[in-house]
């Protein structure tokens, strides 16, 4: 288990450990560790952070400041162009949920209704009966993410909230997708029809950065990236939208998260999966 972990279990799992987490969320923390991490002097940690996690850094690869490392794009990343395959927007271990009628899910013990996480009642109701893709990002995992599909791009709605850790000892917990900050979406995918896609916000800082809206978009392209602290992104998909490959849903059967990389692909419309 790792550091972070255990400090995670500590603060939501024991009495004096809520009790702590209250103060720090009040305290606004985040506030004084986003200046930090974005300072020079935040570069002694990038070494021990990259060992604890198992990041690889390149020979000679320099970062001015832990946001610039943690922000780092990946070169090279291989995305599945078949037109109908659903392809992975990121790095990240996959989990899904169906979408009850009364448009809400459960997770872990708490059930979240879609119209909590989007604040909008209207649009929630147009996916009861869908599947919700959730991706959990790890701090090895590059945070930058990408359109699923060709199509066009809405508004980018930012909803302010706290910042919860999204790890499994703060689900236990909260409902932390609907209380932490968050960003979402809406798609109109060519292949998928309308989908909406919301990235949250993690334990103490969580930088959502999406520099585009209101325009068309291409299958693969970069939709933006978390800074500072990664988190957690959403898929909304609407009944009979997608369906994911075999593979891939006997391991969620098993209750088991699925590795996966950006690019790769899901899955597909139901006439042409992989």
């Not at 013990?109 to 959730?134: K, M, T, V, W």
């Not at 693969?220 to 978390?226: A, I, S, T």
């Amino acid at each position: 288990m790792s550091s972070e972990s255990k400090t995670v279990r500590f603060l939501y799992g024991t009495a004096m450990g809520r009790a702590i987490l209250k103060g720090l969320l009040r305290s606004r923390a985040d506030r004084v560790a986003v200046c930090f991490l974005r300072s020079a002097a935040s570069r002694p940690i990038i070494r021990s952070y990259a060992k604890r996690h198992g990041v690889a850094l390149e020979q000679g690869q320099r970062f001015a400041t832990f946001r610039d490392f943690f922000a780092r794009a990946r070169q090279g990343v291989g995305i599945d162009i078949t037109p109908e395959h659903l392809i992975a927007p990121c790095d990240g271990w996959l989990s899904v949920y169906p979408i009850a009628s009364d448009s809400s899910f459960l997770i872990k013990g708490s059930r979240y209704r879609l119209g909590d996480l989007l604040r909008d009642e209207e649009l929630a109701e147009a996916f009861h009966g869908g599947d919700c893709l959730i991706f959990r990002l790890t701090p090895a995992d590059c945070h930058h993410y990408c359109y699923i599909d060709d199509g066009y791009q809405g508004e980018n709605h930012f909803i302010p909230g706290e910042l919860h850790s999204v790890q499994s000892a703060a689900c236990e917990q909260f409902p932390v997708y609907t209380l932490n900050r968050r960003c979402w979406t809406l798609l109109e995918t060519e292949r998928f029809g309308p989908v909406v896609q919301t990235e949250i916000g993690a334990f103490v800082v969580g930088g959502i950065v999406n520099e585009r809206e209101n325009e068309a978009f291409c299958k693969g392209e970069e939709m933006g990236h978390f800074e500072l602290a990664g988190s957690t992104i959403v898929l909304l998909f609407q009944k009979n939208g997608i369906e994911l490959a075999a593979y891939i849903r006997r391991q969620l059967a098993e209750g088991r998260e699925y590795r996966v990389t950006q690019g790769m692909c899901l899955g597909g419309v139901k006439e042409n999966l992989p």
